[in-house]
């Protein structure tokens, strides 16, 4: 099992960069599926970017070509670069782990991040 602390967010203006951390602390950081999450108020928590064991990446539409999600297997680190941002980038980030078999899944407290227009 891993837990999840998160780390870097912040206000910043439109077209600005923020980088978000997750620090996991635990054992079998390598094997878990790590993604980061948003919520914004009022709305539905979703996926925005996850990467597997294997390195692969997913980025949901409206941020491919401004976020890069990457992993530190030896630091248990997942961070999520932010650039050009947007106001609709606004929301509550989480980082989140997931391990398919056997079934097991851990959220982070969550880090704000404010996009001024």
């Known amino acids: 099992q891993v837990q999840l602390v998160e780390s870097g967010g912040g206000l910043v203006q439109t077209g600005g960069s923020l980088r978000l951390s997750c620090a996991a602390s635990?054992?079998?950081?390598?094997?878990?599926?790590m993604g980061w999450y948003r919520q914004a108020p009022g709305e539905q928590r979703e996926l925005v970017a996850s990467?597997?064991?294997?390195?692969?990446?997913h980025y949901r539409d409206s941020v491919k070509g401004r976020f890069t999600i990457s992993r530190d297997n030896a630091k248990n680190t997942v961070d999520l670069q932010m650039n050009s941002l947007k106001p609709e980038d606004t929301a509550v980030y989480y980082c989140?782990?997931?391990?398919?078999?056997?079934?097991?899944?851990?959220w982070g407290q969550g880090t704000q991040v404010t996009v001024s227009s």
């Open positions: 989140h782990a997931r391990l398919v078999v056997p079934e097991y899944e851990n």
């Open positions: 635990g054992t079998g950081f390598s094997f878990y599926i």
């Open positions: 990467i597997f064991p294997t390195g692969g990446t």
